[in-house]
């Protein structure tokens, strides 16, 4: 895999997207600040704020229709423009945070000039899944529509509600990307210290009762294993480093969706049992799919993550499972160079696993659960709200009788 050219893709994308302003040079190995992409950034505020005064438009007949139907749907609304005003601010001031951080990482992997290989093919799909699902339900409803553009007013108030959102993202991408390149380099660091750890184990004729083992470890060995353990130290180091830098776009991101699905399975359940009276079946099936849209993106992007997740914590146990087998044996390696492997085993379990403010722990089962908690409180809050208005639908019919 060549880290070089992942870097000049996941760049170009953000860049795109709006997240990053800067550019990744090749030669140097570093981001640096790039005309293009504060343009961009420029032109993308500008196009925002645009669709965002839209949101004010006491003529717009889409907002007018919303309030009437749904006076929380509309709130729920609100909430999400006003969150995403936020979102477009932190993430840009995040770029600028995160930058340092992203360099003292990039220095830490190798220049490889190797053809692709399948963790590079990886890399490029979870970079690109949500733009894929995106696309096929883009092309669906655009196929609905009969490729007619909606009325831009409309247009513009779903961009206003979106692109912070999309942009936000962009921070799950970016860390994706380092921490999939980060477990290539652990891999590769894995490999060599095994190597060394091996050509210094030797096997002596056994004895009586039991097998002897025998350690040549010379100095230039040890030399080699402590630039190692370096190494994956400073790699373990500045990896935490790039993941306190974005912690808080993950948990920005984290509410936004929250505030996303809450949106989306509200309407879905109110459009299935009253609102699709109102409707044709093609603005029915637009509907659906613009629904089913949110929870797919979100899904993707919270797979991806996880997934990296699982794959860095599946490498650092079995970088250490290898480090036990190579200690177990108490005469297999001399005491300088068992010192050096405890220090390895201490390297991986300090710094390689991930914190939420040093407290919550980020792995599969412990995001599993808040995403579970998240559900929870969404079921919980669609539940009272539609119970609550068909109690109501019920007193309103009871006291239309009693007046009769």
């Not at 696309?135 to 912070?164: H, N, R, T, W």
Request: aromatic letters at 14%; charged letters at 15%.
């Amino acid at each position: 895999m060549e880290n070089s050219r992942v870097l000049r893709c996941t760049n170009v994308v953000l860049l795109l997207t709006g997240y990053q302003i800067y550019w990744f040079d090749i030669k140097s190995q570093r981001f640096v600040l790039s005309l293009p992409g504060a343009v961009n950034i420029f032109v993308l505020g500008c196009v925002y704020a645009g669709c965002f005064s839209q949101h004010f438009n006491p003529k717009s007949s889409l907002l007018n229709l919303l309030h009437d139907v749904s006076p929380f749907l509309f709130g729920l609304t609100r909430m999400q423009l006003l969150l995403g005003v936020k979102a477009l601010a932190y993430a840009v001031y995040s770029s600028f945070k995160a930058i340092g951080a992203i360099n003292s990482l990039v220095e830490s992997l190798p220049r490889n000039n190797n053809g692709i290989s399948k963790d590079e093919v990886i890399a490029y799909a979870m970079l690109t899944s949500t733009f894929g699902v995106l696309s096929c339900f883009g092309f669906y409803i655009a196929f609905e529509m009969k490729f007619e553009l909606p009325p831009l007013q409309d247009a513009m108030i779903g961009v206003a509600l979106f692109m912070p959102h999309w942009i936000l993202a962009g921070s799950v991408r970016l860390y994706t990307i380092l921490a999939w390149l980060t477990r290539g380099q652990m891999e590769h660091l894995q490999k060599n210290i095994e190597e060394v750890l091996s050509a210094n184990l030797t096997k002596e004729e056994p004895n009586l009762a039991s097998t002897s083992f025998t350690v040549s470890a010379s100095n230039t060995s040890l030399d080699y294993l402590e630039s190692l353990r370096r190494r994956l130290e400073i790699l373990g180091a500045r990896f935490n480093y790039i993941f306190k830098a974005l912690q808080h776009s993950l948990i920005f991101l984290f509410g936004l969706n929250f505030n996303c699905l809450l949106g989306g399975i509200y309407s879905f359940i109110y459009y299935r049992n009253t609102w699709h009276v109102l409707f044709e079946d093609r603005k029915q099936r637009i509907f659906y799919a613009a629904n089913a849209s949110i929870y797919a993106c979100i899904a993707c992007d919270y797979i991806c993550l996880l997934f990296v997740q699982f794959m860095m914590e599946n490498k650092r146990l079995s970088f250490v499972k290898s480090l036990d087998m190579t200690l177990s044996p108490r005469s297999a390696l001399p005491k300088k160079m068992r010192s050096f492997v405890k220090d390895i085993k201490v390297i991986l379990s300090k710094k390689f696993q991930s914190k939420f403010h040093s407290i919550w722990r980020f792995d599969i089962t412990h995001f599993s659960l808040l995403v579970f908690l998240q559900m929870i409180i969404i079921a919980l809050v669609v539940v009272f709200l539609y119970l609550n208005d068909e109690i109501n639908l019920l007193r309103d019919e009871l006291n239309s009788k009693d007046d009769e």
